[in-house]
């Protein structure tokens, strides 16, 4: 859905408009047009503009409430940016199993694991897989090794002189 259908304040002036051109009497396929809204929208409306004035326009919560308020939503933060080593995993890897458990042990709020990724992107957090590499990786003793022993291995050729293909 895009962000302008989601904007509580366009959603709010369209709203008093249609109230405003009810009270004037234009009919609900003229409201749909000079609104932006679809016909059962200026439909839906009419009929609770009927029932309850403006008050019956009032916007209600748009979509599924959140289910973390921002404050825990801060506090799973925090609890990330620690690390998962610091809550007891033996790996500073985050996946999305060991993030819903973390949002359970610090908010209560179970995730199922195929929705953690809407919260952490909500933070501003993004899938990074890490590096292959060894932390006892030594890069100095690699490039001495590709100096001295790669060179060498390289012009070897099989035997009779035959390549292979």
Known sequence: MSSAKRDRKLIESRRRRAAR?????FSQAEIARRCGVS?????RWYRA????GKKGLEPGYAGRPKRLSDSELKKVEKGLL??????????ELWTLERVAELIKRMTGVRYH???VWRVLRSLGWSLQRPTTRARERDEQAILEWKKRDWPR???RQGLGGRLSS
């Open 21 to 25: 051109l009810f009270s004037k009497g």
């Open 39 to 43: 016909r059962p929208t200026a439909l």
């Open 49 to 52: 503009w009927e029932k309850s």
């Open 82 to 91: 620690r690390g998962p080593q610091a809550h007891g995993w033996s790996t």
């Open 113 to 115: 694991k195929g929705h």
């Open 153 to 155: 291995l390289k012009k």
